[in-house]
Nanobody
Framework: QEELGESGGGLVQAGGSLRLSCAASGRTINSYTMGWFRQAPGKEREFVASISWSGGGNTRYADSVKGRFTISRDNAEKVVHLQMNNLQPEDTAVYFC?????????????????WGQGTQVTVSS
């Protein structure tokens, strides 16, 4: 059983930055694809970014965050980060970290087996 815990959310003005972190507690987490999803009030959960177990160039981003968000992982520390720059009010949502058993970065939420509780990100205009 893997447990995920997000941190780093908060309130920021438009144009600002935040860095989210996801700490994993399981022994096998380093073999998982890791992803970030978000859910805004009244909307469905949507994909944000993902990174394969090997990290490096195997990443995937939603079109809405490309060029602004960067996902990275530190397997030694069992942590995944989401650096978010130039935040906009439409980025306001609860952000969830997820771990999946696939070998590649994926945007499909059904490929993720474990989910964190989420961290709130609020961007004011």
């Amino acid at each position: 059983q893997e447990e995920l815990g997000e941190s780093g959310g908060g309130l920021v003005q438009a144009g600002g930055s935040l860095r989210l972190s996801c700490a994993a507690s399981g022994r096998t987490i380093n073999s998982y694809t890791m992803g970030w999803f978000r859910q805004a009030p009244g909307k469905e959960r949507e994909f944000v970014a993902s990174i394969s177990w090997s990290g490096g160039g195997n990443t995937r981003y939603a079109d809405s965050v490309k060029g602004r968000f960067t996902i990275s992982r530190d397997n030694a520390e069992k942590v995944v980060h989401l650096q978010m720059n130039n935040l906009q009010p439409e980025d306001t949502a609860v952000y969830f970290c997820a771990a999946g058993g696939g070998f590649r970065a994926t945007s499909n939420d059904y490929e993720y087996d474990y989910w964190g509780q989420g961290t709130q990100v609020t961007v004011s205009s």
